[in-house]
């Protein structure tokens, strides 16, 4: 195949792709993988295959890219994501060479294939990134107004401010966890509108909610805000993030300054990092912005991504049912005006910065992108096929979020986003 454009629909690789992966050529996303006998390293994703980029390094393959010894050989993609978005671009453009079915650098190269390309099966997936800070947007209009109606003004659930700015709140870097992390029930102050006093216990409304997450590939300058037209040269890619949410112990605290325990206890993050230039075939335009946006927001052309969205709900001992589906266009905040005016005040991004969207929700009740939202506020409960219903999250209680963009039979996936919930330590 001659073609410089790794998002051609028409390559192949010589890797075996089963169908409907998330892991075509188009993708390579990067993370970080062990195994039983390799220390933590950096990775690209192909098929049910990880390739080890370590091997590709030390072996010549990506010869002439100007990479420092060892700049894969690290615990997290730090490192390699401060070199920016153009050093990214260019090793995921020469993984791609090397994995196309006519080019048989790799592929007739027994040693290096074999040491190289291990199953996905053999190894575990690291936390990707050093996240230095966090922090989360409530960038769905469907989601704010949803939430506003539920404990504000049904008439009138935004805001004032919601609609001129993309509102956020610094959250907790620290106890950001990558999938299959077994997640803690939180326990703090409980106050319903019944009870006289607060109370002190397990949370009885745990949540999730559907997001996805930005991770930053550039320091900024302090005092510099980066301008909207060029935000995304600071964005390496997108991850999949549940930023679980304790929903009573949250009523209670968020006056006036905001979430703190409600939702500091955990977050859950997938383990491969989808690069912009992955997604780059599936932009399209957000929903209108009205009123209009104050001149250091203003984009233009397609600023959002079709991105599907899912959520299951696995109970412990059942099957996963799906329970959402939603999508990334929906969001009305992009990530260009986001990450503008994140810094619009001086504020400095740093390498491996996490900008999650907030929930994502969509116009129907099937696209809602959280428990609170879907079973309205537990009044609601959600019927699974074995009869169990749902308010929230109960222990033993799996949450499992994909998703993929998807076009000319080409699938860019994100893997898993998974989380078990164990009970409160008492």
Request: charged share 20%.
């Amino acid at each position: 195949m001659q073609t410089t454009n790794p998002n051609d629909p028409r390559l192949t690789s010589w890797v075996t792709v089963p169908p409907g992966s998330d892991f075509p050529i188009q993708n390579l996303p990067f993370g970080i993988f062990r195994t039983r006998y390799l220390t933590p390293v950096a990775c690209v994703a192909i098929g049910d295959h990880v390739l080890d980029l370590v091997c590709m390094q030390e072996n010549g393959f990506l010869d002439g890219l100007g990479l420092p010894p060892g700049i894969f050989n690290q615990p997290t993609l730090n490192p390699f994501l401060a070199m920016g978005r153009r050093k990214i671009r260019e090793v995921r453009e020469r993984i791609s060479v090397l994995l196309r079915a006519d080019n048989e650098e790799l592929r007739d190269n027994a040693t290096a294939r074999e040491i190289g390309l291990i199953p996905m099966r053999e190894v575990q997936m690291l936390m990707p990134v050093k996240v230095p800070n966090y922090t989360d947007f409530y960038s769905s209009l469907e989601h704010a107004s949803n939430v506003g109606a539920l404990f504000r003004d049904p008439q009138n659930p935004l805001l004032p401010n919601w609609r001129h700015m993309p509102v956020a709140y610094h959250g907790r870097a620290s106890s950001i966890v990558v999938s299959g992390t077994p997640v803690i029930r939180p326990r703090g102050q409980l106050k319903s509108k019944d009870d006289p006093s607060p109370r002190f216990g397990p949370t009885e409304k745990l949540d999730f909610e559907l997001e996805i997450a930005a991770v930053v590939c550039g320091n900024s300058t302090q005092g510099q805000p980066v301008p909207v037209e060029k935000a995304e040269e600071c964005i390496a890619g997108m991850l999949l993030f549940n930023d679980w949410s304790a929903r009573d112990i949250q009523q209670w605290e968020y006056v006036p300054l905001g979430p703190f325990l409600g939702k500091n206890f955990a977050s859950t993050l997938s383990p491969w990092i989808v690069t912009l230039d992955a997604l780059e075939p599936f932009r399209t335009e957000g929903p209108e912005q009205n009123p209009p946006v104050l001149p250091y927001l203003q984009t233009t052309g397609g600023c959002n991504f079709d991105i599907v969205l899912e959520v299951y709900l696995q109970p412990d001992g059942g099957e996963e049912t799906l329970i959402c589906r939603s999508n990334s266009r929906y969001l009305y905040w992009n990530l260009r005006q986001q990450i503008a005016h994140h810094t619009i005040n001086g504020c400095n991004l740093e390498v491996g910065d996490l900008l999650a969207s907030g929930t994502i929700s969509g116009p129907d009740p099937e696209s809602f992108g959280s428990l609170l939202e879907l079973t309205y506020n537990g009044k609601r409960p959600l019927k699974l096929p074995d009869n169990r219903t749902r308010t929230f999250i109960e222990n033993g209680d799996t949450i499992i979020m994909r998703g993929y963009a998807e076009r000319n039979g080409v699938r860019i996936g994100f893997g898993e986003c998974k989380g078990r919930i164990q009970p409160a330590i008492l």
